[in-house]
């Protein structure tokens, strides 16, 4: 498979028409891919509540656009924040495991590569902080 411009294009397209301003594409060989790769397009007012993952560090990749990263202690305060800009000096994050965070899109058509290890399962309750 070729990420092309064109591929980003569409799946913006997508992103735009959804009702969550997000859309993401699957990067997987097959369902028993024991791995998550996908593609995840964003658009400005996208809610992404404050979540950790347990499992898994996740590796993000801005393709395009610029979107703010932020951390957050056990309680919902805010701890460090950092832009993601693809035509920038940032453009990739490694988010620990364990480790809160969310995410700001800043600009239409931002689009990101997110891996994690193990097989795709929705958050679970103790991995969304209620504030």
Not at 43 to 50: A, H, L, R, S, V
Not at 81 to 94: E, F, T
Request: hydrophobic residues 35%; negative net charge; aromatic residues 4%.
């Amino acid at each position: 498979m070729i990420i092309n411009e064109a591929l980003l294009d569409d799946l913006t397209a997508q992103a735009k028409a959804s009702p969550r301003l997000r859309m993401n594409y699957d990067l997987r060989n097959s369902a028993e891919d024991n791995s998550q790769r996908m593609l995840n397009a964003l658009e400005p007012g996208t809610i992404m509540p404050i979540h950790r993952h347990l499992a898994s560090s996740e590796t993000v990749v801005l393709l395009r656009g610029k979107i703010c990263w932020h951390f957050y202690d056990d309680a919902g305060n805010e701890t460090e924040s950092v832009m993601l800009d693809a035509n920038g000096d940032i453009r990739c994050i490694n988010v620990e495991k364990d480790r809160w965070h969310s995410l700001e899109c800043l600009e239409s058509g931002s689009v990101l590569l997110e891996c994690k290890n193990g097989r795709y399962e929705p958050l679970r309750e103790e991995e969304v902080l209620k504030v």
